[in-house]
């Protein structure tokens, strides 16, 4: 899939997280993303016997991998950056309810939270130049 739209995604993985947990925190990322910028979200689509499948992403991106601190640094640069960010904390993935995940957000210092994914959205050539040393996760290494 090609795409001439002028923005990227790229979303952020933590290199510690094991295959169920990363695929989580990109969903939920991507998800957040989505509801961002429905923009990304092509039409819906009919396949050759009129079935129809509903739209995907017009954007490719890559689901990429750093540790923790870099990802936290990574968030930093993204925002004086003007890039939209969006974080999924270790709050949000302990959390079993959105009314718990907000309570226990609102208490917890930014130094204390662990980060186990975040996306970025913006300028491609702004999030290419934060994300391009970046490797692609492989949750085939854990």
């Not at 923005?7 to 993303?33: D, F, M, Q």
């Not at 017009?58 to 968030?75: M, N, S, V, W, Y």
């Not at 993204?78 to 957000?105: I, N």
């Not at 491609?124 to 290494?141: A, D, F, H, I, S």
């Amino acid at each position: 899939m090609s795409s001439s739209h002028p923005c990227r995604i790229a979303i952020v993985l933590n290199s510690g997280l094991p295959p169920g947990l990363a695929a989580n925190a990109a969903a939920v990322l991507a998800t957040s993303v989505g509801r961002a910028h429905p923009e990304v979200v092509g039409p819906d689509v009919a396949d050759a016997s009129g079935c129809v499948h509903p739209g995907i992403t017009t954007i490719p991106f890559p689901i990429l991998q750093a540790d923790g601190e870099r990802l936290k640094h990574l968030a930093a640069l993204a925002r004086e950056a003007g890039l939209g960010v969006w974080t999924f904390t270790d709050v949000a993935q302990e959390s079993h309810t959105y009314d718990d995940y907000t309570c226990r957000m609102g208490a917890t210092s930014p130094p204390s939270l662990t980060y186990l994914g975040l996306s970025l959205f913006g300028d491609l050539p702004r999030v290419r130049r934060l994300t391009g040393e970046l490797g692609l996760y492989n949750c085939c290494q854990r």
